[in-house]
């Protein structure tokens, strides 16, 4: 299983970026899949999810009407479209195969995850 993030840099406050996953060695379609971030100093924070069939999606509020998660299941990759960006959306962000059992919980409990991207917002 590999998990390839990439999209991630430094943006200005109010800017857009999308950030892609890249999945290989196992079937995509039959997983959720959640995007994760850690800002610095702080633990790992749920971002979204997204079900199998990319009809059901959630969103931490933080990030409501924002950011949109999307898959593309013919490509085996997991998309987090993310606009009116803020400082405080600065992190690592981590592509894993799954849903949470928490939204509170971290990056353990998934069983895979990828290296992460980064995300800088700052003027």
């Known amino acids: 299983v590999q998990l390839v993030e990439s999209g991630g840099g430094m943006v200005q406050p109010g800017g857009s970026l999308r950030l892609s996953c890249a999945a290989s060695?196992?079937?995509?379609?039959?997983?959720?899949m959640s995007w994760v971030r850690q800002a610095p100093g702080k633990g790992p924070e749920w971002v979204s999810t997204?079900?199998?069939?990319?009809?059901?999606?959630y969103y931490t509020d933080a990030v409501k009407g924002r950011f949109t998660i999307s898959r593309d299941n013919a490509k085996n990759t997991v998309y987090l479209q993310m606009s009116s960006l803020k400082p405080e959306d600065t992190a690592l962000y981590y592509c894993?195969?799954?849903?949470?059992?928490?939204?509170?919980?971290?990056?353990?409990?998934?069983?895979?995850y990828g290296q992460g991207t980064q995300v800088t917002v700052s003027s």
């Open positions: 894993a195969r799954g849903s949470p059992m928490s939204t509170m919980g971290g990056l353990n409990q998934y069983d895979y």
């Open positions: 060695g196992f079937t995509f379609s039959r997983y959720d």
């Open positions: 997204i079900k199998t069939s990319g009809g059901n999606t």
